[in-house]
């Protein structure tokens, strides 16, 4: 993530291309074969437990999400389980039930980041490598910060045992390692292709990529 430059902020560079130097196994690798999308689609893996997920979600999706409406590309979010424990599914639980609800509530999820401890979470070679401490411990917590971000707890606690829940909490959790998910922020093009984003330099880079792969 470091190495993305906020390019956006001054367009997309003079219509600069790079399509033709987009190279499979390079900038990008084709995880599913037989994927496809009703319509061009990018999926962003992500945890509210991940320090650059937080980064992404606040330096850079605001840049990114934009110019993929501009080229009719949906974007989507879906929250991944890497300690395989309980609450990690729980976390899951509470991000599928927030959509189950109505749509992505920005102020929430920031909140979630924030008791995740991923919010000021230091990623530098030079900061403590200890996990950051985690105020949320179960399903219960997550409720209540959901009712203190005004949702109705039966509301809550009808979504969140639904059965669209736990078809979405299962397919991401498919999707995870069908996609080969293996560090976060990752995104998914049209259910075929994950970016490599250690190969992208600018924002702008990044979104030719996802419009490139789109159209394949």
């Known amino acids: 993530m470091k190495k993305l430059i906020v390019a956006l902020w001054f367009g997309l560079v ?14 990008y690798r084709t995880v599913n074969p037989v994927g496809s999308a009703a319509q061009p689609t990018v999926t962003e893996f992500f945890s509210t437990y991940c320090g650059n997920c937080y980064n992404m979600e606040h330096r850079f999706l605001p840049l990114i ?8 590309i949906e974007f989507e979010k879906k929250h991944v389980n ?3 424990d309980q609450i990690g599914e729980d976390m899951v639980r509470g991000y599928a039930t927030m959509m189950q609800l ?9 909140k979630l980041f924030e008791l995740n401890g991923a919010k000021n979470h230091d990623h530098s070679a030079h900061a403590d490598t200890g996990e950051p401490e985690k105020a949320l411990k179960n399903l219960t917590d997550i409720r209540t910060q959901f009712i203190e971000f005004g949702y109705e707890g039966e509301a809550f606690d009808q979504a969140a045992s639904s059965p669209a829940v736990e078809a979405a909490i299962k397919q991401w959790a498919q999707q995870q390692q069908l996609y080969e998910i293996y560090s976060i922020p990752a995104f998914v093009v049209n259910n075929r292709y994950l970016i ?9 880079q990044l979104v030719e990529l996802m419009e490139f792969l789109s159209k394949r």
């Open 14 to 27: 003079a219509n600069m291309a790079w399509a033709a130097d987009f190279q499979e196994g390079v900038h």
């Open 65 to 72: 999400t934009p110019e993929l409406e501009k080229l009719g």
């Open 82 to 84: 890497f300690s395989g």
């Open 102 to 110: 109505g749509d992505e509530n920005a102020q929430l999820l920031d």
């Open 196 to 204: 490599n984003i250690n190969k992208i330099e600018t924002v702008a």
